[in-house]
């Protein structure tokens, strides 16, 4: 069964260093997202991506984060200058239109 | 701020037990609904969704709907212990199913041997 990928799982960085998390989206998929959740908190709303250019993106998502979809498989979220409070799980997730958006295992980071 | 609300439990119940969820949500706006299950350190999984009010059923698992109440309900029946997770609802308001999803805080359910 297809499945949204991510890498790393894990990644540990410096506070003030720039972090770049990876996503495979479901190949036919059209939608693609990015949530993230701060340990014991909600999952929380990035910035969704549609044809190339952000459709919509929450408060959370400001200058410091950028999003790229480079080729025609992966979907990138740029962190540039990170804080500790960046520190979350990142999930990425990607839906084909109309239905159910479907989530990657997520990348852990740790900004220290 | 579109808000969705859940008590945050843990909801316990013994194996075999109906658990019964609840979610409310603010925005009168709101088109889709989602019940995600989320174990401990992983992503959500989809459960099922449901767009018209009403119930849906989809094995153990019913889905109620009262948009007039703002209300979503999960019912899990004969609730086995590989159901303990986080229940997390969901609900959209831009574009259908194509917006953002609206995450409350979930709910812990245990399911006791």
């Known amino acids: 069964e297809p499945e949204v990928t991510q890498t790393p799982s894990h990644q540990v960085t410096q506070m003030g260093q720039e972090v770049i998390l990876r996503c495979v989206p479901i190949s036919n998929h059209l939608y693609f997202y990015w949530y993230r959740q701060i340990l014991g908190q909600k999952v929380e709303f990035l910035v969704s991506?549609?044809?190339?250019?952000?459709?919509?993106k929450s408060e959370i998502f400001d200058d410091q984060f950028s999003v790229e979809r480079p080729d025609g498989s992966n979907f990138t979220l740029k962190i540039r200058s990170t804080k500790l409070e960046d520190s979350a799980m990142y999930f990425c997730?990607?839906?084909?239109?109309?239905?159910?958006?479907?989530f990657g295992p997520g990348t852990r980071l740790l900004v220290l | 701020q579109k808000e969705v609300e859940q008590n945050s439990g843990p909801l316990s119940v013994p194996e075999g037990a109906i658990a019964s969820l609840n979610c409310t949500y603010s925005?009168?706006?709101?088109?889709?609904f989602f019940w995600y299950r989320q174990y401990s350190g992983k992503s959500p999984e989809l459960i099922m969704f449901i767009y018209s009010n009403g119930d849906k059923e989809d094995g153990r698992f019913t889905a109620q709907l009262n948009k007039a109440s703002q209300y979503v309900s999960l019912l899990i029946r004969d609730s086995q212990p590989s159901d303990s997770a986080t229940y997390l609802c969901a609900v959209t308001g831009y574009g259908g199913s194509q917006g953002n999803l609206i995450f409350g805080k979930g709910t812990k359910l245990s399911v006791k041997p």
């Open positions: 925005d009168r706006g709101s088109q889709s």
């Open positions: 991506f549609y044809n190339n250019e952000i459709s919509e």
């Open positions: 997730a990607s839906l084909q239109g109309g239905e159910t958006q479907y």
